[in-house]
């Protein structure tokens, strides 16, 4: 690979969207190029601190409905031309915070987090949905590879994980900036065609609320719906375990066992 193509793939790489071919080139373009090794660096410091300092706020259910009917019939021109850029390019971009809050401005006011968890959570279900579109009808890889994969990037340790059974196959691994947690990333896909992401954190700073807690067998994680998403989150050892998954609150509990004991 040259240069140029190069720095069309470091985002991508970074969040763990390439094909294995595709990133193995790029990283091992990356490992002789001083120039592009820099540049990877720096995408993902932007990145890091894009995250950390412009936290996403859901608005609510009846205003984002009317806004996505308006922006349909909007013809295009205007503000319509302007976010469907703002969509395709925003997000690359250091002027991000400032851009975002214009867009919350403009759509109505921005929306406080009822609870300290909030934020965290937003981010985590906003991230396996897009998660879910990246890898959809992707063909599992070898989940060894992945896992070792993921481990050398973490910078932190954690447990075995569940790499999947006749009924679930680990489809992707990846680092994901949650507001400020850094956490190693697996997302999964039942033979249904059902997901669940599972993010890893330090449990260092992480606080779970006593009430809403849902019983699995002996455990008992806490359990919220968010954006009709089942969400579990509790801790095991020095870690914080978050799911976020597609699937109904049987399924989640019997996806919850398979990823607890398998530690």
């Given amino acids: 690979m040259r240069c140029a193509e190069v720095k069309e793939h470091l985002s991508d790489l970074n969040r763990g969207r390439l094909e294995p ?3 193995k080139a790029v990283r091992s373009h990356v490992e002789q190029c001083a120039a592009c090794s820099a540049d990877l660096q720096a995408e993902a410091e932007i990145h890091t601190l894009i995250r950390a300092q412009a936290p996403r706020y859901t608005a609510p259910l009846g205003l984002r409905t009317r806004i996505q009917a308006n922006m349909a019939q909007a013809a295009p021109t205007g503000w319509s031309l302007w976010l469907g850029w703002f969509r395709g390019h925003v997000w690359a971009t250091s002027g991000l915070a400032a851009m975002a809050v214009l867009l919350l401005v403009w759509a109505g006011g921005l929306w406080p987090a009822r609870d300290p968890l909030s934020p965290i959570l ?5 991230d396996h949905v897009e998660y879910v579109k990246d890898m959809m009808n992707r063909p599992a890889p070898d989940p060894q590879g992945l896992v070792g994969e993921l481990r050398t990037r973490a910078g932190f340790l954690f447990e075995p994980v569940f790499q999947g059974d006749s009924g679930v196959q680990l489809v992707g691994t990846l680092m994901t900036d ?8 697996l997302v999964y896909r039942d033979t249904a065609g059902r997901y669940t992401t599972l993010f890893l954190m330090t449990g260092t700073g992480t606080v779970i609320p ?22 579990l989150l509790w801790k095991q050892k020095d870690l914080a ?23």
């Fill in 210 to 231: 006593d009430g809403g807690r849902m019983q699995i067998e002996s455990f008992k994680p806490y359990h919220r719906l968010a954006s009709g998403h089942q969400v």
């Fill in 178 to 185: 949650l507001p400020g947690k850094r956490a190693a990333t």
């Fill in 241 to 263: 375990c978050l799911i976020v998954s597609d699937l109904d609150q049987s399924g989640l509990a019997a996806m919850f066992l398979k990823i607890r004991k398998a530690a």
């Fill in 122 to 126: 937003t981010h985590a279900v906003d």
């Fill in 21 to 23: 071919e595709t990133a």
